[in-house]
């Protein structure tokens, strides 16, 4: 995603967790909450499970599945160019015995030839060939000899002949070629947790699928529904992804916190704004053919559900900041170890809200360039129901984000183990102390992190004072 931003924590690092020590009475607290959490979203699943029976009901009562409407697939066999001007009828132009978008063979411009893959029911052992208008967009995508798209076909009734619609292109064996790509780079460069995020991905894809999308679609509160399906899939990703471990446990505490604020901000934003949910051609359909659900509660779901991916980046990111640096200065106090954490949050809270912003910026740009070209002050397009539902998406998801950092990072803080006392050096002095002999020697001498800044000035500028005469005695004799 866009924002570059750059990571440096080492997700489930076993050697930084085997040299940080854990409070008792945190890990206790830290247990507790995450326990009932979890079995409330184990019942808040199996209360709200979704019923099987209203959803098929309701889409075969649409005219797009009517009785006996099938969607063959064909090659293209010919791409004819884009029409324009007043020669756009003449793509247009039915076929004799035909209906729908069928063109007939004098067709000049905005239509595709193209050979069914299978025959009909009526065509016997022939695949028919038919010429289909296409829209302009299509005739200028590229689209050539050889390519694949898929068809509507309605069967003749009554004294209507069997009409045929160009439907999509057929694109499956590119995205499959980009999603092989995508796992063969993952499985390269992350290895094995890379390969375990993407199985927590499917994990997340098979809740959207089979719990959240059937659960709203039987009128369930999109609230709930959100709170629970989230729940579950940060649960089981980022144990999946990033271990079993008090480390992991705090960032999903911290996880489970922004969702709750995001979905908070969420609900009364969608209720002061007056948002309706249905801001474009796909939302009044779906409200059209869906009466059980309200369009409000989809919004709703839509706003907690879109802020989880750079929500679970921030906390995970935090939690490892406060254990890495614990591991490095066990001396160092809670509060000092908070606001070190809270620097490192700072620089990742400003490249995380670039990332959110020019995320739903891209995902928006037909609908800003469209709302540019009107002539009307940008005060009234922001006011626009699509304007609105993305701004109001982006600053619940960017608040939930911003107020999960020093809570989990204060998390964090308060799990880890309290500061160690500094070990006294031999001969009473500090550790480091021109001088003195420094603790902790190995190797011949060196300290096993290697040589101090007092080791290398002590070095330079020759050995100390004799501070006795029986030292002073002692070094003229060995000389």
Not at 129 to 151: E, F, H, K, N
Not at 153 to 164: M, N, S
Request: hydrophobic content about 45%.
């Amino acid at each position: 995603m866009p924002g570059g931003h750059a990571h440096s924590h080492a997700h489930g690092s076993h050697d930084t967790d085997a040299k940080v020590t854990v409070s008792t009475l945190a890990r206790v607290g830290l247990t507790l909450f995450l326990v009932l959490a979890a079995a409330a979203t184990v019942f808040g699943v199996v209360r709200y499970w979704p019923g099987d029976a209203r959803t098929p009901n309701q889409v075969s009562t649409t005219d797009f599945a009517a009785p006996g409407v099938t969607f063959p697939v064909a090659e293209v066999q010919k791409v004819l160019p884009l029409c324009e001007g007043a020669d756009a009828g003449t793509g247009a132009k039915p076929a004799e015995g035909q209906g729908g978008d069928v063109v007939g063979s004098d067709a000049t411009c905005g239509a595709i030839t193209v050979q069914l893959e299978q025959p009909t029911a009526t065509s016997g052992d022939v695949r028919p060939v038919v010429s289909v208008s296409v829209p302009p967009a299509i005739s200028t995508s590229g689209l050539r000899d050889g390519d694949t798209v898929q068809l509507l076909r309605i069967p003749a009734q009554d004294d209507q002949p069997e009409a045929y619609s160009f439907l999509q292109v057929q694109r499956g064996a590119p995205l499959s070629l980009m999603l092989a790509l995508f796992l063969v780079v993952v499985a390269v460069v992350a290895r094995w947790r890379g390969l375990l995020a993407l199985v927590g991905l499917g994990f997340g894809g098979l809740v959207v699928v089979k719990f959240m999308l059937p659960a709203l679609l039987d009128g369930q509160s999109g609230l709930l529904v959100a709170l629970i399906g989230s729940s579950a899939i940060m649960f089981v990703v980022l144990y999946l992804a990033h271990g079993l471990s008090v480390r992991t446990s705090t960032a999903l505490a911290g996880t489970l916190f922004g969702v709750g604020i995001t979905a908070g901000l969420g609900l009364v934003a969608v209720d002061l704004a007056r948002l309706s949910g249905v801001a474009d051609d796909e939302g009044a359909t779906l409200a059209s053919f869906v009466t059980t659900m309200s369009p409000q509660e989809l919004l709703t779901c839509a706003i907690i559900v879109a802020g989880l991916g750079v929500l679970n980046d921030v906390t995970i990111t935090q939690s490892s900041a406060v254990w890495e640096l614990r591991a490095a200065a066990p001396d160092m106090g809670r509060r000092e170890l908070f606001h070190s954490g809270m620097r490192i949050g700072r620089d990742h809270i400003a490249s995380t809200i670039y990332t959110i912003v020019f995320a739903y910026a891209g995902a928006a740009l037909p609908v800003l360039l469209l709302l540019f070209l009107y002539d009307r002050p940008v005060l009234d397009l922001l006011q626009t129901e699509s304007m609105s539902e993305e701004i109001v998406r982006t600053l619940a998801s960017a608040i939930g984000l911003v107020l999960a950092v020093p809570v989990t990072t204060a998390i964090a803080a308060l799990t880890v183990g309290p500061a160690k006392a500094p070990r006294a050096a031999p001969n009473g002095g500090e550790p480091g102390e021109p001088g003195r002999s420094v603790p902790a020697r190995a190797h011949g001498g060196v300290d096993a992190a290697g040589p101090s800044a007092a080791d290398l000035v002590r070095a330079a500028s020759g050995p100390p004072p004799p501070s006795t005469r029986a030292e002073a005695r002692s070094r003229m004799s060995s000389g």
